[in-house]
């Protein structure tokens, strides 16, 4: 089956579909983080977008072409990469920060001042005044 499955792909070229971008999101402290996976990725292909909440993560990975060498199997994926991550209102998106390294791309999100737990104090009107007569 193993033999198959290799020559479907290599005939119907379905090695050649882009993989999904695994993703591990989590919270921490007064910031969010994403942690997409993209090996093999060039840092000046990824491109990030945020359009009403929706944040677009694009990539792109490029075939490797040797001259003059025949291809016999292609089993790692290219082409265009994409996933959308829809922000909550409590994210501040105008200051996202990302960083690119050891194939793995890490989105800091931080959370809107707006939304960070505030103390409130808590005052007495139940104080007594002298009444003279």
Do not use: W
């Amino acid at each position: 089956f193993r033999e198959l499955d290799r020559f479907t792909q290599q005939v119907f070229g379905t090695a050649a579909r882009p993989a999904a971008m695994p993703m591990d999101a989590y919270r921490q402290g007064d910031s969010f983080y994403i942690h997409l996976d993209l090996p093999g990725i060039d840092a000046d292909s990824i491109s990030l977008t945020v359009e009403q909440n929706v944040l677009t993560v694009r990539a792109e990975r490029a075939p490797v072409k040797a001259d003059g060498a025949e291809l016999l199997i292609a089993e790692r994926p290219y082409g265009t990469y994409t996933r959308q991550v829809f922000l909550g209102e409590t994210l501040d998106a105008d200051k996202i920060a990302a960083d690119y390294a050891a194939g793995v791309l890490t989105l800091t999100i931080p959370v809107r001042e707006s939304a960070k737990p505030r103390s409130i104090q808590v005052t007495s009107s139940d104080s007594k005044q002298a009444v003279t007569a």
